[in-house]
């Protein structure tokens, strides 16, 4: 199982973007979905999550009320609408699902996409 991770690239101040992430293979069900966050020099951080229902999402204090994280309903895939973007919210940003698949042989297990670039300049 691979997740795909698309949409970054650079956006000025006050901009928006959208990053989707697809996960391709045999999911069996998915557990949690979440996006990441790497900056220059910075340890990677949880920007925000969001539970198999759908109904329960967290975020980190620097995006809320920026930041939305939506899912598919019985689909592996998970989105981050980003809006207000600073930046400070400049880095490289990775999705993760924690899931069940063949490959796990129905196991939970950690699945991390390659990561997308996002910039925000003037």
């Known amino acids: 199982v691979q997740l795909q991770a698309s949409g970054g690239g650079l956006v000025q101040p006050g901009g928006s973007l959208r990053l989707s992430c697809v996960a391709s293979g045999r999911v069996f069900s998915v557990n949690t979905l979440a996006w990441y966050r790497q900056a220059p020099g910075k340890e990677r951080e949880r920007v925000a999550a969001?539970?198999?229902?759908?109904?329960?999402?967290n975020y980190a204090d620097s995006v809320k009320g920026r930041f939305t994280i939506s899912r598919e309903h019985a689909k592996a895939t998970v989105h981050l609408q980003m809006n207000s973007l600073k930046p400070e919210d400049t880095g490289v940003y990775y999705c993760y699902i924690l899931m069940r698949t063949a490959e796990s042989e129905g196991n939970l297990n950690d699945y991390w996409g390659q990561g997308t670039q996002v910039t925000v300049s003037s």
């Open positions: 969001i539970t198999r229902g759908g109904d329960v999402t």
